[in-house]
């Protein structure tokens, strides 16, 4: 098992572009979790979907923030346009949950360290 | 609004000593209390896990106390070695929704 999966580890972008971020769960997982970890305000949760529907989105800060499941093993964090307050690690985190209720554990991918300039 | 206040934010112990992180929440929706492990450039990992109907739980050299009452729970990493040295979280959990501590980096010093 290859984990969940995030891609780019690094990326370096400036103000006002648009950034992709991707995360590939770990196969039989159905929930999936978007957090972003700063020094100053830690691991926040920006949304997590269950079996592709967004749950809970609170977390997102801002309209600029935008995240999507195309399908049940892939999902998407987009920043349009992005600014150098965005700059944070990201991460995507996995789990089995049935019924609302979680059976496994989130796991959590390596992050994608975000730099906007 | 901090719902799960961690503290100390850094710790340093010499090898062979007990580390203790202490975290306190609020919201009583809680009902499932996790640490996670951190290492540089790695996400964190579920090191040991807790319920609110349980005072005590113990892994290996690390333990879990839990004080429902006082809304209080910590962390023991006994006979620390230099391996242990990471970020550690608390968290809660209501649901879905895992909700973090700040983080506690901790060195162990040979």
């Known amino acids: 098992d290859a984990g969940v999966i995030q891609s780019p580890r690094h990326e370096v972008t400036e103000m006002g572009q648009e950034v992709t971020l991707r995360c590939k769960l770990i196969s039989g997982h159905n929930s999936l979790f978007w957090y972003r970890q700063t020094m100053m305000r830690g691991l926040e949760l920006l949304i997590y979907f269950n079996n592709n529907v967004p749950i809970d989105d609170s977390g997102m800060p801002e309209d600029r923030f935008s995240a999507k499941m195309p399908n049940a093993s892939f999902s998407t964090l987009k920043i349009q346009p992005s600014e150098p307050r965005d700059s944070a690690v990201y991460f995507c985190?996995?789990?089995?949950?049935?019924?609302?209720?979680?059976?496994?554990?989130?796991?959590f991918g390596q992050g994608t360290r975000l730099t906007v300039v | 609004q901090q719902q799960v206040k961690q503290s100390p934010q850094s710790l340093i112990v010499q090898k062979g000593g007990i580390s203790i992180i202490n975290c306190a929440y609020e919201n009583t929706a809680f009902d499932y209390f996790p640490w996670y492990q951190q290492f540089p450039g790695k996400g964190p990992a579920l090191l040991i896990a807790i319920r609110p109907d349980v005072s005590e739980k113990k892994e290996g050299r690390f333990t879990i106390s839990f004080n429902k009452s006082a809304k209080q729970f910590s962390l023991h990493i006994m006979d620390s070695q230099p391996g242990d040295s990471a970020t550690y979280f608390c968290a809660a959990r209501a649901y879905q929704k895992v909700t973090f501590g700040t983080g506690t980096k901790l060195q162990v010093i040979p």
């Open positions: 985190a996995s789990s089995l949950a049935l019924q609302g209720r979680r059976i496994t554990e989130a796991f």
